[in-house]
C-alpha cells in the first residue's frame, strides 16, 4: 500500500476520480484518509491545474488516499508521467499532515516552465475554482 495527494481531476466527483480509475481497471478502491494542503502555486491549464511546490506560495487543497501499489501505474499514465520525461507531470513525494498525523505521500507536481503564461489560481483549491468559471 502507498499514499498519494491528488489536487486536482484526480479528486472525488472530478475527470479523472482516483476511485472510479481503481475501479474501471478492477483495482481494490482507495481509502480516503483525509483532506491537507502542500504549499505551491496552482495554475490552470484548461481542463485541468498543474501545482509548482513552493513554500512561499498558497496552501493548494487536496485529498490523500492509500492506493493499491498497483494503482501508481495507472495514475502515473493518467497523468502523462513516464521515466525521462520531465517537461508536464512529475512524480515526486511530499510530506504532508492529515488528521495529525505526518504521511509521505507520491503527488504529480508539474515542471515550473510548463506553466508561463498560465493563469494562477489564487484560491489554490482547483475543484472550487473548474466550478466558478
Known amino acids: 500500500m502507498q ?4 489536487y486536482g481531476t484526480l479528486r472525488a466527483g472530478e475527470t479523472n476520480d482516483i476511485s472510479e480509475a481503481a475501479a474501471r481497471n ?25 501545482l509548482v ?8 487543497v ?7 501499489d498497483a494503482l501508481v501505474a495507472v ?7 513516464y521515466p525521462g520525461v520531465d517537461d508536464r507531470f512529475l ?3 511530499v510530506m504532508v499532515k492529515v488528521d495529525g498525523d505526518v504521511v509521505n505521500c507520491r503527488f504529480y507536481p508539474v515542471a515550473p516552465n510548463a ?5 494562477e489560481i489564487r ?3 482547483w475543484v472550487k475554482h473548474r466550478r466558478t468559471r
Open 3 to 6: 499514499t498519494v495527494f491528488v
Open 26 to 50: 478492477d483495482l481494490p478502491a482507495p481509502s480516503l484518509l483525509g483532506s491537507t494542503t502542500v504549499r505551491g502555486h496552482l495554475f490552470d491549464f484548461g481542463d485541468y491545474p498543474g
Open 53 to 60: 511546490v513552493d513554500e512561499a506560495g498558497v496552501d493548494v
Open 62 to 68: 487536496g485529498d490523500v488516499y492509500e492506493i493499491d
Open 75 to 81: 495514475l502515473d499514465e493518467i497523468e502523462a508521467v
Open 91 to 93: 512524480a515526486r513525494e
Open 115 to 119: 506553466v508561463k503564461g498560465l493563469p
Open 123 to 125: 484560491s489554490g483549491d
